[in-house]
């Protein structure tokens, strides 16, 4: 079993920074990849960013050039760096960690970008 902890969601002002982390616990043996989706109100669960052995990084086109995916392999953690924040980024941003049979949620953390 996988455990995944987010944490740094919050209120931010359209334009500003949070930095969301993700801390991976239990049998991670055989992680393969990490990554950051997202799901807004009314609306189904995307994928923001992800991370594949720490080498090759994906993002979803409306967050290239904003947001910066990294993994400290030492700390079992993911990052995600998300900068000039726009209000269509506000949802609930879930961890994933990707094994090659299954995959783990984490609980999600609520960011939501307003003035």
């Known amino acids: 079993q996988v455990q995944l902890v987010e944490s740094g969601g919050g209120l931010v002002q359209p334009g500003g920074s949070l930095r969301l982390s993700c801390v991976a616990s239990?049998?991670?043996?055989?992680?393969?990849?990490m990554g950051w989706y997202r799901q807004a109100p009314g609306k189904q669960r995307e994928m923001v960013a992800t991370?594949?052995?720490?080498?090759?990084?994906n993002y979803a086109d409306s967050v290239k050039g904003r947001f910066t995916i990294s993994r400290d392999n030492a700390k079992n953690t993911v990052y995600l760096q998300m900068n000039s924040l726009k209000p269509d980024d506000t949802a609930v941003y879930y961890c994933?960690?990707?094994?090659?049979?299954?995959?783990?949620w984490g609980q999600g953390t609520q960011v939501t970008v307003s003035s």
């Open positions: 994933n960690a990707l094994f090659r049979t299954t995959s783990y």
């Open positions: 239990g049998s991670i043996f055989g992680l393969l990849g």
């Open positions: 991370t594949v052995s720490g080498v090759s990084t």
